[in-house]
Every structure is written in structure tokens, then in C-alpha cells.
């Protein structure tokens, strides 16, 4: 769930705004030690849908945000129940970005945002079902700023921009 806002061109045409869209996202943790992990997550692309008020929709962009967290987990390593919270650093990778027949009938056209690094923080608990097996349950927040290029009437503009989602996360884990 994008926390999104615009600068510039795009943020004066107001109410900047970003679509929701779900994932098939996967997670590796390696325990350092029974209270200290180290998680990487990878997703398939996120497409998201921009516009704003006075216009609707206007581009489309695709994005990756691979992120890495160093994790701290509460209570016992056996104990059933074990609630964590990480923090770390976030990559977002921006392709196949465009605007649509709106965006083009409006005069821009070139569009592209650049890569983003930004911290990241979670909070969870995974629920061992049995030796091998957990549910888990978590809830992210990403800092993505990125600048937007792309051309308003051949003239060349940069604004900036900022997704910032809430990325909640429903799974199911194999320890070994």
C-alpha cells in the first residue's frame, strides 16, 4: 500500500497517487545465531498505475524492491510463538515505465525513474506448527524515493517522487 506524493509538475496537477498491487514475494533468513537473523526478500515485479486527480491514470511503472534486514528475535529459539522486528536497506529497480494514452493526449511522453536506495524497517512473528514447519506474519515499510524524467511538451522536467509502501506480508516457512 503505497504512502505515495509527488514534487514539481506532477505534484501540482494534485492528488499524485499510486494503485495497490499483490505479489508473489519469497524470503530468506539465515539465523546467525538463535536471536539474530539476516532476511533478504525478493518479489515478482510490482505494476503500478499513477495519475492524479485532474487527470486519472497517466503512466504505468514496474518495479523490483529486493531488501535486506538484519533481524532481532524475541524469546527462545524452540519457543512456538516468536515475534521479531528488523531494520535494513532497500534497492527498488524501476523498468518498462510509461505513459498511456492519457499521459500522451496531455503532452508527455519519455518517462523514467531512477533507482532508489532507501532504509526499511518490519515487524513480525513467525508460529512453528511443528519442528520444521512456521506461519508467518509480517508488516514492512520501504523508503522509495526516486526522480521522475519525462518530457511535458518536449521540454524535459524531473520531479520528484515518493512511494514509501506498507507491504503486508502472509506466508508459510521450511526450517533446516
Known amino acids: 500500500r503505497p504512502t505515495e506524493g509527488a514534487g514539481g509538475t506532477l505534484g501540482s496537477l494534485g492528488g499524485f497517487?499510486?494503485?495497490?498491487?499483490?505479489?508473489?514475494?519469497?524470503?530468506?533468513?539465515?539465523?546467525?545465531?538463535?536471536?539474530?537473523?539476516?532476511?533478504?526478500?525478493?518479489?515478482?515485479?510490482?505494476?503500478?498505475?499513477?495519475?492524479?486527480r485532474a487527470t486519472g491514470d497517466i503512466a504505468t511503472v514496474h518495479h523490483l524492491p529486493p531488501t535486506l534486514m538484519a533481524q532481532w528475535y524475541f524469546g527462545d529459539a524452540s519457543s512456538k510463538f516468536r515475534p521479531y522486528v528488523g531494520a535494513g536497506i532497500n534497492y527498488t529497480t524501476f523498468f518498462d515505465n510509461g505513459f498511456n494514452d492519457h499521459?500522451?493526449?496531455?503532452?508527455?511522453?519519455?518517462?523514467?525513474?531512477?533507482?532508489?536506495?532507501?532504509?526499511?524497517?518490519?515487524?513480525?512473528?513467525?508460529?512453528?506448527?511443528?519442528?520444521?514447519?512456521?506461519v508467518n506474519m509480517s508488516v514492512w515499510y520501504m523508503d522509495i524515493d526516486t526522480t521522475a524524467n519525462y518530457k511535458l511538451g518536449g521540454a524535459q522536467q524531473h520531479d520528484s517522487v515518493r512511494l514509501d509502501p506498507w507491504v503486508f506480508m502472509f506466508s508459510a516457512g521450511y526450517r533446516f
Do not use: C
Open 17 to 52: 497517487s499510486v494503485t495497490n498491487n499483490t505479489q508473489l514475494g519469497l524470503t530468506f533468513t539465515y539465523m546467525a545465531t538463535d536471536n539474530i537473523g539476516v532476511e533478504l526478500l525478493a518479489a515478482t515485479p510490482f505494476r503500478h498505475k499513477i495519475g492524479t
Open 103 to 134: 499521459g500522451k493526449e496531455a503532452g508527455l511522453s519519455d518517462l523514467s525513474l531512477k533507482d532508489s536506495w532507501g532504509a526499511a524497517g518490519q515487524v513480525g512473528v513467525d508460529y512453528l506448527i511443528n519442528r520444521d514447519w512456521l
